[in-house]
């Protein structure tokens, strides 16, 4: 018994030295940087005409009544020494609080989960960089979807960036390609509210297939003055294994016309060859979790995938307070699916167009041609009005003339207002108003002659995001 009393009172006295000795918070945070950033987004959109009783909505960003939906991002870099950095973020949400009928709920039980976490070397002498861990992708296909991936970079030429990079797994998201297709098949309420497919993220799901192997790739970035003008440009080659081969070109090239403005012109190019593997596992017959009302015209062992093409071109006018861009858009094949993006974020115009079915730009159904404007004023005080107008057509395809509607074929337009207000180098304000119009394509119907059916939607959105 006495020894454990003295072995308690050295225990209590070792822990005292200790808190003497502890590093106070100050010199702990001293080689640390913190980012963070807060996101409230408020929407709702609404579809009138077929669309809104078709059993299975569009694969739209915005399907709901009065939406909120609030996202929390805080990160924390610290310098270890040696050249070695760590970074680890985390996220809460985002999260859909209702608004409106039925679910409306808001949600109090969610975690914060970690988004980011990963090590960084850098090799000053050399100009090269390396980071291993879980992070961000970014890339001429992805906007900000988290990966397990490490990427290495060198920056010793002036004006030119080399990187390669290897991805393992990516995160589990709506905004990636074929998550509507798993979505075909989902049920919906007595209220016409689609329910999440059971073929999403299972040994089923289409979407889950393409994901399933490594992603390996490089790029060339350049930037290059010219005296007056410059030069952007960007190259990049990517292949996931045994599913596609992805190759991408970007070449921006702007003008000062004098000091207060500048003309660039922009030319995007996504290509891509499809595997062997993806192609089988597309075939209309293969794919047994598939409802029956997929597109299986023509040859039952064809395949629904064809290689991929994306071409965009965009002229943009900037100068004393207003700017304006005309362009135009061409993807996709006639009664196939083809991959064009690996997450969402295409801001060629409009807000709603691209992620409607058909027109989808992750994996649009059809072959789509699309042209847009768009253009903006900003007032002294940072307040930018603007306004966008798209329009075009999905070509679905022979194979769905029965019912090119289910596939997102017909003539659409969509024309949106937007209000943008920088209140701080931190603070950032958006609303924007979209209408759509999407005239689909029945088919014959049951008098043999050709009908169209018309189907409209109305979308708001209001966004505040404040970032540190």
């Known amino acids: ?31 640390v940087d913190f980012s963070g950033q807060l996101r409230y987004r408020y929407d709702t959109g609404s579809w009138d005409g077929s669309q809104n009783n078709s059993g299975i909505s569009a694969q739209d960003n915005i399907g709901g009544h009065q939406q909120h939906n609030i996202r929390a991002r805080l990160g924390a870099k610290a310098d270890i020494g040696d050249g070695f950095k760590v970074f ?9 609080d209702g608004g409106y009928g039925v679910g409306n709920t808001t949600v109090t039980n969610k975690t914060f989960e970690l988004r980011q976490a990963y090590l960084q070397y ?32 060198y920056t010793g030429v002036e004006g030119l960036t080399l990187t390669a990079f290897a991805v393992d797994s990516f995160e589990q998201d709506s905004d990636r390609p074929f998550w509507d297709i798993d979505k075909y098949e989902a049920t919906t309420d007595n209220n016409g509210i689609v329910t999440t497919s059971a073929a999403q993220n299972t040994a089923n799901s289409v979407g889950d ?4 192997q490594n992603l390996y790739g490089v790029a060339a970035i350049g930037s290059y003055d010219l005296g007056g003008s410059n030069l952007d440009t960007q190259l990049w ?4 294994n045994k599913r596609a081969f992805f190759y991408a070109l970007d070449v921006v090239y702007g003008l000062d016309i004098d000091q207060d403005l500048n003309y660039t012109l922009q030319l995007s190019y996504l290509g891509n060859s499809v595997d062997s593997a993806l192609k089988d596992r597309m075939v209309a017959q293969k794919m047994t979790s598939a409802p029956a009302n997929l597109p299986t015209g023509g040859n039952a062992d064809e395949t629904l995938i064809a290689n991929g093409n994306l071409i965009n071109l965009m002229g943009t006018l900037k100068g004393y307070g207003f700017d304006g861009s005309l362009g135009g858009v061409l993807y996709g094949k006639k009664g196939k699916f083809t991959i064009n993006r690996l997450d969402d974020s295409f801001l060629a115009g409009g807000r709603e167009i691209f992620y409607v079915k058909g027109s989808n730009i992750m994996n649009s159904f059809g072959q789509n041609t699309f042209g847009y404007v768009k253009a903006g004023y900003t007032l002294p005080s940072d307040l930018r009005l603007g306004v966008q107008f798209v329009y075009g057509s999905t070509q679905a395809g022979d194979r769905n003339i029965g019912n090119a509607e289910y596939y997102g074929g017909g003539d659409k337009m969509e024309a949106v207002v937007e209000a943008s207000y920088n209140y701080s180098k931190n603070l950032d ?11 689909s394509n029945k088919g014959v119907g049951t008098n043999g002659n050709y009908e169209d059916a018309k189907n409209t939607k109305d979308t708001v959105r209001f966004q505040a995001v404040y970032k540190f």
């Open 1 to 31: 018994m006495k020894l454990i009393k003295l072995s308690l009172v050295a225990a209590v006295t070792t822990a005292s030295f200790s808190a003497l000795n502890a590093i106070s918070l100050e010199d702990a945070i001293k080689n």
């Open 122 to 153: 850098d090799l000053a002498d050399y100009a090269t960089s390396f980071t291993w861990g879980k992070q961000e992708f970014t890339s001429i296909w992805t906007d900000d979807i988290s990966s397990m991936s490490a990427r290495a970079t």
């Open 237 to 240: 080659l990517g292949y996931l």
């Open 209 to 212: 297939f393409l994901f399933r």
């Open 429 to 439: 304000f958006l609303l924007w108003y979209s209408y759509l119009d999407w005239k």
């Open 88 to 96: 680890g973020q985390v996220q809460y949400g985002p999260d859909n």
